[in-house]
Nanobody
Framework: QVQLVESGGGLVQPGGSLRLSCAAS????????MSWYRQGPGKTRELVAI????????HYEDFAKGRFIISRDNDKNTVDLQMNSLKPEDTAVYFC?????????WGQGTQVTVSS
């Protein structure tokens, strides 16, 4: 069955870094665009970054530009999100998503808390 399992979340101080990883299985990974979303306390889920199936195109929301980097390894079926210069407002549950024109798959999320 399809599985997306996020890892790497945790508690980090402002200005710190975290690297999130999402391990995928059960579908043809290199046929799907992969995205990271987040949902902060009391907020709606929002896109963070997306990387196309073969990795040639990436898009970042404004708050992520210059701080976050999305990458994927189609041999290992993983997608990562390197997050630098973290701010308290980055506190959220971070989800990975596999998207195609036909269907989307979501992981369960990993909590990121930025606090001193």
């Amino acid at each position: 069955q399809v599985q997306l399992v996020e890892s790497g979340g945790g508690l980090v101080q402002p200005g710190g870094s975290l690297r999130l990883s999402c391990a995928a299985s059960g579908f043809t990974f290199n046929k799907y665009a992969m995205s990271w979303y987040r949902q902060g306390p009391g907020k709606t889920r929002e896109l963070v970054a997306i990387i196309q199936a073969l990795g040639g195109f990436t898009h970042y929301e404004d708050f992520a530009k210059g701080r976050f980097i999305i990458s994927r390894d189609n041999d290992k079926n993983t997608v990562d999100l390197q997050m630098n210069s973290l701010k308290p407002e980055d506190t959220a549950v971070y989800f990975c998503k596999a998207g195609s024109s036909a269907i989307d798959y979501w992981g369960q999320g990993t909590q990121v808390t930025v606090s001193s």
